[in-house]
């Protein structure tokens, strides 16, 4: 079973940073992109930044200059840092990995991790 696991979250007023941290177990392989997506109540889940082979990043127009997507040496771990916090980050963070396990290729999820910005 390929399993993500994320940390990071929490409560943080405007203005503020937080690191989250996406763990990949090593049933997964062969990764050809990590990333975080995001969804808040309301509203459909969105892409906020990804990482793919080649070290190619891509982030949404909102979170350009503020958040930063990388991996560890051995790719087994994807972090978003999160700088300049708006309201307007408050969602549920989700970690995505595509790439290979023993069942074949497919895109695998994270439980989520809850970001909360508020004064």
């Known amino acids: 079973q390929v399993q993500l696991v994320e940390s990071g979250g929490g409560v943080v007023q405007p203005g503020g940073s937080l690191r989250l941290s996406c763990a990949t177990s090593?049933?997964?392989?062969?990764?050809?992109?990590m990333g975080w997506y995001r969804q808040a109540p309301g509203r459909q889940r969105e892409l906020v930044a990804v990482?793919?082979?080649?070290?190619?990043?891509n982030y949404a127009d909102s979170v350009k200059g503020r958040f930063t997507v990388s991996t560890d040496n051995g790719k087994n771990t994807v972090y978003l840092q999160m700088n300049s916090l708006k309201p307007e980050d408050t969602a549920v963070y989700y970690c995505?990995?595509?790439?290979?396990?023993?069942?074949?290729?497919?895109?695998?999820w994270g439980q989520g991790t809850q970001v909360t910005v508020s004064s």
């Open positions: 090593r049933s997964i392989f062969s990764i050809t992109a």
């Open positions: 995505n990995v595509k790439g290979r396990s023993n069942s074949g290729y497919g895109s695998y």
């Open positions: 990482i793919s082979s080649g070290a190619i990043t």
